[in-house]
């Protein structure tokens, strides 16, 4: 087990900023995330602060990594599965079975919701098309679903599924997620199918899916999870409701309402920008900085 006094979930521009200034504070501080999920990874940027022309974004992430592991920050390159909170104090573990307590936490993992981008996808979102099977599970009591995804984050809404859903099929092209989390969603009864979805069907609701392999499935509802964790998820974890955008409200410190739990960068919504995520990671750092601080000179 891996204890720290803050912990940040997401390795891109604002987690990594949070964790400059926490770690010059000299506050223990640990991001959990993969940079190479970043959404700026693979952009070429040209309108920020103190670059001139165009700037790859990983550049960008490696120098701020280096930068922030100089000043004592350390780095966990795996995805958060779960987060809970008890009597003060979180703990997160990842998809590699790694447990990090903390006594606050930094959400600076995005909104990305990628896409199938298939036939039907867009226009039955809503009417049994999701992207996130925690908010939505409610819908799908005694129902037929399937979970879209390769990643680990598709086996543990398969598994959670399974708790509402008569039926659970899991779409996978090519399974990547865990194997911890595989073989428990596959004792739970998921049932597995190798292929990719070609497109969802239904009038004014979903009422079946075409898959590569040749066949139609019928099923009530299709969840698509194509990633880690979504922010929305790990906010609602630990008692944080986002809005209906799956974006989280936050006050002018970045603190979210519930003690301990702050949030910077895309999750907190437009505008979707570098120098947008970094001013704020740094004025979450600042803050939950200042938290762990005022538990240091309570005790």
Known sequence: MLQTDIAIIGAGPSGIQASIHIARRMIDTTVIGKPSASAIQNANIENYFGFFGE???????????????SFGAKFV?????SCKHNQGIFKLATEDDI????????????????????????RLFGKGVSYCASCDCNFYKGKT?????????????????????????????DVKA??????????????????????IEGDKKVSF???????AIPVDGVFIE??????????????????????IAVDQNCFTGVKGVFACGDVTGRPWQVAKAVGQGAIAGI???????????SN
Do not use: C
């Open 145 to 173: 679903v399937a979970i879209v995804g390769d990643d680990t984050e598709s086996s543990i809404s398969a598994e959670l599924m399974t708790h509402y859903a008569r039926k659970v099929y899991w779409i996978a092209n």
């Open 77 to 81: 390159n795996s995805n958060v599965i």
């Open 55 to 69: 700037v790859k974004g990983g550049d960008i992430l490696n120098a701020s990594i280096r930068q922030a592991t």
């Open 287 to 297: 803050a939950a900085s200042d938290f762990i601080k005022s538990i240091h000179s």
């Open 209 to 215: 899916i075409n898959i590569s392999n040749g066949s």
């Open 226 to 247: 194509l990633g880690a964790k979504s922010a929305a998820n790990i906010a609602m974890d630990v008692g944080v409701m986002p809005k209906i955008d799956d974006t």
């Open 99 to 122: 447990i990090i307590e903390s006594k606050a936490i930094i959400i600076a993992a995005g909104i990305s919701r990628k896409k199938l981008d298939v036939p039907g996808e867009k």
């Open 178 to 199: 865990s194997q911890t989390t595989v073989d428990k969603a596959v004792s739970s009864g998921v049932v597995i199918i190798n292929g990719k979805v070609e497109s």
